[in-house]
């Protein structure tokens, strides 16, 4: 299905993951696992076709070390678009408005977290989303862009 989002269209492609594992801890910005280090490395591999245009994550560790490998692989920089609990209401059209900023038929790769991006698909495609379980690290969100909108979404698994 990646290969089939590698077009010229004016529409931007975006793909929401969710951080990979992350250490079990009380502190509030965990470091990943053995196992996350090993999902974000193998993320070079799934966006190598097609290859994402902008990274964007939270300020957090756990998003920033995902990305990482990627963002190293490709050569393209992490953005950190900050979300906190005065912005979390508001933080699908702050994500909305990174994305516009960029060119039409860019891939963009986002990463968050759990509790936020069923939330921002929702947001965004005003249709239901189901929850993203704590032990779920393989979800998917691919969203098409036309205009600033939505124009259609998948959730998969990889």
Request: net charge negative; hydrophobic share 40%; aromatic share 6%.
């Amino acid at each position: 299905f990646l290969l089939a989002c590698q077009t010229g269209w004016a529409q931007q492609t975006v793909f929401l993951i969710r951080h990979a594992e992350k250490i079990v801890t009380t502190d509030k910005d965990p470091a990943l696992t053995e196992i996350g280090t090993a999902r974000a490395q193998g993320l070079i591999d799934l966006f190598y076709t097609p290859k994402p245009n902008a990274i964007i994550t939270t300020q957090f560790q756990r998003t920033q070390l995902t990305a990482m490998p990627l963002s190293e692989a490709i050569e393209v920089p992490i953005t950190v678009l900050e979300i906190n609990s005065d912005n979390t209401d508001q933080y699908p059209t702050l994500l909305m408005d990174q994305i516009c900023a960029q060119p039409k038929g860019s891939n963009i790769l986002v990463v968050g977290h759990s509790n936020t991006l069923p939330a921002i698909v929702e947001a965004w495609t005003a249709e239901p989303v189901k929850a993203i379980a704590d032990n779920e690290y393989n979800r998917i969100f691919m969203v098409k862009i036309h205009d600033c909108k939505a124009v259609g979404s998948l959730d998969l698994r990889y």
